[in-house]
């Protein structure tokens, strides 16, 4: 990874974040978001479930996997399964990738 595609990763982190943070300014700061609070994220025919929205959720906000595994109540290696398969579904195969595609799906 280059330092432009670093910052653009960033950049896109912060973008979701603002637009999180925008949508979630009326509800509580609960640690687990509720699945009805998730984006319905799908492609090709696949849906995301609810636990890998979760998990994405917590993705564009820039935490790490083993942040997300806390927050959640699970394993890392459960945060990376859930992320692979995700990644499969929506068709993208990094985080700044994923977040991008969940951006795309909020407009």
Known sequence: ???LDALEAQINILRSTI???RR?????DDIKPRTSEVPHLSRQGMTVTPRQQEVIAQLSQGF????IA???GMSEATVKSHLYAAYRKLGVSSRSEAIIEVLKQEE
Not at 24 to 28: G, K, L, V
Not at 64 to 67: M, P, T
């Open 19 to 21: 637009l999180l943070q």
């Open 70 to 72: 806390r927050r959640l």
């Open 24 to 28: 979630c300014a009326s509800t509580s």
């Open 1 to 3: 990874m280059n330092i």
């Open 64 to 67: 790490s996997n083993r942040q």
